[in-house]
């Protein structure tokens, strides 16, 4: 196993959330990405440095990130030769925002992966105030959630 990087979401302070609460962070929850969530990682700069918490240094990466992403656009977008769609394909993201928006407007029925309150009880076991990642039945009447067969 290899060691994790400065503010990693499956780093130290992912383990010690899932220790403490019984649930492990999803996604960019317990980064900075997320809010850098919960304070006590962040009193000062021992404490990071102990939970391998770095948030300047996060920051720093992201936005390289993006600078090299307008990079690439601008040098597409300058370059009558390049076809635009060769660089950046049609594709859906990964991301559930688009697909749940239009299942709302558009009254297009799927299911989708999307956090959710508990109140269903979908995750026996963790409070009704939390929220879960879990699947949705998506379309303009609202999202209800299921329960997953392998938790109860």
Known sequence: MQPSGPSDDLGPQAIDLYQRF?????????????????????????????WQED??????????HLEEEVANIKEVASDTEI???????????????????????????????ANIFNSGNFVPGVPADFEVENPHSGQQTGYPGYSNPRFT
């Not at 019984?22 to 440095?49: L, M, Q, R």
């Not at 948030?55 to 390289?64: G, I, M, R, T």
């Open 22 to 50: 019984g649930a492990f962070p999803i996604g960019d929850t317990c980064t900075p990405g997320g809010g850098s969530w919960p304070w006590w990682y962040h009193n000062d700069v021992e404490t990071e440095k102990r």
């Open 55 to 64: 948030p300047d240094k996060w920051w720093k990466w992201y936005f390289a």
């Open 83 to 113: 076809k635009v769609m060769d660089h950046f394909p049609p594709q859906q993201s990964g991301e559930v925002m688009v697909p749940m928006i239009e299942s709302l407007v558009c009254d297009i029925p799927r299911v989708l992966i």
